[in-house]
T-cell receptor, first 115, second 114 residues
Framework: AQSVTQLGSHVSVSEGALVLLRCNYS??????LFWYVQYPNQGLQLLLK??????LVKGINGFEAEFKKSETSFHLTKPSAHMSDAAEYFC?????????????FGTGTRLKVLA | DVKVTQSSRYLVKRTGEKVFLECVQD?????MFWYRQDPGLGLRLIYF???????EKGDIPEGYSVSREKKERFSLILESASTNQTSMYLC???FGLGNYNEQFFGPGTRLTVL
């Protein structure tokens, strides 16, 4: 069965510092991988996704993620944090299981950006 | 832009009431989903639908039912609301025959059951 694990429910970084949010997945078949962001009192919106092809995926707002099959990881990074990046981030995986695609979200990581 | 709208942002109901949460999408998406979001638990799938009048149970369907009479509208029904159903409810939609595409979310309904 597939699963997704986000390490760290809360992460704090200083403004201008590197952002690294960790996501590991478990899937016996090639997965589709996603990162979503949720700003306060809003729904989720897609940051980036990996389907096939290039393993380094660039998204909106300067975020990127790299699919590493050997490490079963899809960590989200941004070189320099901005105050507006404060939000909750969700990793998601979709993979074929028993003939249908199952879409699973991680439990989320709340990013705090310190001035 | 894809728009997913939910009928209410905030809702307060009494225990035992029947509650309807409505969701409408304007992009002709085949798939629609209802999730509940609770702190530390992430998003948990309640029900989804891949076509009109079709529905599939998600991970936590107990205490809920759904209705999809039109392609653009997906309703979540709490037959008899209970306090443990106090939560944020998120509706989403996606296109395609398989559940492997980006999901577009509504703003959520924060339901409080007293």
């Amino acid at each position: 069965a597939q699963s997704v694990t986000q390490l760290g429910s809360h992460v704090s970084v200083s403004e201008g510092a590197l952002v690294l949010l960790r996501c590991n997945y478990s899937s016996s078949v090639p997965p589709y991988l996603f990162w979503y962001v949720q700003y306060p009192n809003q729904g989720l919106q897609l940051l980036l996704k990996y389907t096939t092809g290039a393993t380094l995926v660039k998204g909106i707002n300067g975020f990127e993620a790299e699919f590493k099959k050997s490490e079963t990881s899809f960590h989200l990074t941004k070189p320099s944090a901005h105050m507006s990046d404060a939000a909750e981030y969700f990793c998601a995986v979709s993979a074929l299981a028993s003939g249908t695609y199952k879409y699973i979200f991680g439990t989320g990581t709340r990013l705090k950006v310190l001035a | 832009d894809v728009k997913v709208t939910q009928s209410s942002r905030y809702l307060v109901k009494r225990t035992g009431e029947k509650v309807f949460l409505e969701c409408v999408q304007d992009m002709d998406h085949e798939n629609m989903f209802w999730y509940r979001q609770d702190p530390g638990l992430g998003l948990r799938l309640i029900y989804f639908s891949y076509d009109v009048k079709m529905k599939e149970k998600g991970d936590i369907p107990e205490g809920y039912s759904v209705s999809r009479e039109k392609k653009e509208r997906f309703s979540l029904i709490l037959e008899s609301a209970s306090t443990n159903q106090t939560s944020m409810y998120l509706c989403a939609s996606s296109f395609g025959l398989g559940n492997y595409n980006e999901q577009f979310f509504g703003p959520g309904t924060r339901l409080t059951v007293l």
